[in-house]
């Protein structure tokens, strides 16, 4: 049986620009996993992204990237919507 992960959510200043946001992505410093669509099927076309903290504990950023475009846009998750917008066209 696997652990319970922890969840914790991190302040937008902490991440830097999205430049270097795609450039942790890319060395496996932030990875990414499908978000929950069952509530809102845009968010088919995005990936959260997260820190792993260690083996129990991730850390979400308020940014997802695009699985179409794989542009990386900001969304507030305290409230559960996008800023910069999935509902944007690719």
Same mark, same amino acid.
């Given at each position: 049986? /696997?652990?319970?992960?922890?969840?914790?959510?991190?302040?937008?200043?902490?991440?830097?620009?999205? &430049?270097?946001? %795609?450039?942790? !992505?890319?060395?496996?410093?932030?990875?990414?996993?499908?978000?929950?669509? /069952?509530?809102?099927?845009?968010?088919?076309?995005?990936?959260?992204?997260?820190?792993?903290?260690? &083996?129990?504990? %991730?850390?979400? !950023?308020?940014?997802?990237?695009?699985?179409k475009?794989?542009?990386?846009?900001s969304?507030?998750?305290?409230?559960?919507?996008?800023?910069?917008?999935?509902?944007?066209?690719?």
């Amino acid at each position: 049986m /696997s652990p319970l992960l922890t969840y914790c959510y991190s302040k937008m200043s902490e991440n830097g620009s999205i &430049d270097n946001i %795609k450039r942790k !992505i890319r060395d496996n410093v932030l990875k990414t996993e499908p978000k929950d669509a /069952s509530k809102n099927p845009l968010w088919q076309n995005f990936v959260a992204i997260f820190e792993e903290v260690d &083996d129990d504990k %991730k850390v979400v !950023i308020p940014f997802v990237d695009c699985v179409k475009c794989s542009s990386v846009v900001s969304y507030d998750s305290a409230k559960g919507t996008s800023r910069a917008g999935p509902d944007r066209a690719c």
